[in-house]
């Protein structure tokens, strides 16, 4: 049962070592530390917001529409979010599936599979901050 | 039964708050990308279908959806800090000197934080108020 892994741990982070070798699994690696310190700021600041200022029984469709986005600065800093959380979520989820799965084949399938899926949660998201219309009055 | 097999490998070598670690790391970073992936399907209704959002909010405020929202939030704030205390032990290792009291400080920060914001998206089962 010798679990073959395709990262290897750093003893004292308990987190993938920096890895050697690759110029790409490298800045990768760094890029996956970069966008932790963004999304630290980034995502608590969303989430105190959006569940501890406000609660959720409240946002209903038009509040999205009259409030929270009615201010460009509010759709700008989701979109950031979003940018961020794609990069930092996608890469993070390539490292998992890369670490379980074996089967060669499975691999280079699977992991289209999860970037057709961030071209979608990009399309998706992106066009929906785009689109929705600014109400005005805030903006 | 692969991921089994892994922790059972870390265990053998390191220490046991660097396996808890890791695997919580790992599970909460899948747990929150599960749910960004929903979220922004769901914002996406709100231009596309703003009924069928509304429904789905229903249930996200409901009390077996608060329960859900507590998950989140604690998955969320221990991989906040989890990845903090990574980060700064890999870009400074001296760090790792503290690596104990760091382990430790994330895991009172995470009650001193948690808990409040725990009863702030609970609040509303013993005080309902116009939402529930
Ligand atoms: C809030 C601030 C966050 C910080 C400070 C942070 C930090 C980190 C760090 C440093 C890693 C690398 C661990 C390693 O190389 O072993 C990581 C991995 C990961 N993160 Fe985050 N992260 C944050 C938010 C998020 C969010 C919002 C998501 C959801 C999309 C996420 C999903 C992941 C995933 C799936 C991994 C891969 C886990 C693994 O390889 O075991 N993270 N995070």
């Known amino acids: 049962m010798t679990a073959q892994r395709?990262?290897?741990?750093s003893?004292?982070?308990?987190?993938?070592?920096?890895?050697?070798g690759s110029r790409r699994e490298l800045l990768s690696w760094y890029l996956m530390r970069l966008t932790g310190v963004a999304l630290f700021v980034l995502a608590l600041t969303h989430f105190s917001i959006l569940h501890f200022l406000f609660d959720p029984a409240e946002q209903t469709a038009e509040f999205i529409a009259e409030e929270r986005w009615n201010r460009i600065f509010w759709r700008a800093f989701d979109w950031l979010l979003l940018m961020t959380v794609l990069f930092h979520g996608f890469v993070g989820m390539r490292t998992v599936l890369l670490d379980n799965i074996r089967s060669e084949r499975n691999r280079v399938l699977i992991v289209y599979l999860l970037y057709g899926l961030a071209a979608l949660v990009f399309i998706l998201g992106t066009q929906v901050i785009l689109t929705l219309p600014v109400r005005g009055q805030g903006a | 039964m692969n991921?089994?097999?892994?922790?059972?490998?870390?265990?053998?070598y390191?220490?046991?708050?660097?396996?808890?670690?890791?695997?919580?790391?790992?599970?909460?970073?899948?747990g929150i990308f599960a749910f960004v992936v929903l979220h922004v399907i769901d914002i996406y209704l709100v231009?596309?279908?703003p009924a069928a959002y509304d429904?789905?909010?229903?249930?996200y405020a409901s009390v077996p959806g608060r329960f859900l929202e507590v998950v989140l939030g604690a998955a969320l704030l221990y991989h906040a800090l989890n990845g903090?205390?990574?980060?700064?032990?890999d870009l400074w290792p001296s760090m790792a000197t503290y690596h104990r009291q760091l382990w430790w400080a994330s895991w009172i920060i995470f009650v001193a934080v948690g808990v409040p914001g725990m009863?702030?998206?609970l609040r509303p089962l013993w005080n309902p108020g116009p939402g529930l």
């Open chain 1, 6 to 9: 395709s990262v290897e741990l």
């Open chain 1, 11 to 20: 003893a004292r982070s308990s987190a993938r070592a920096r890895p050697s």
């Open chain 2, 3 to 12: 991921a089994l097999a892994s922790l059972r490998l870390l265990l053998g």
């Open chain 2, 14 to 30: 390191r220490g046991r708050e660097g396996m808890v670690a890791w695997a919580f790391h790992r599970i909460s970073g899948v």
């Open chain 2, 47 to 49: 231009g596309g279908n």
């Open chain 2, 55 to 59: 429904e789905l909010l229903a249930f």
């Open chain 2, 84 to 89: 903090l205390r990574i980060i700064l032990i």
């Open chain 2, 119 to 121: 009863i702030i998206i």
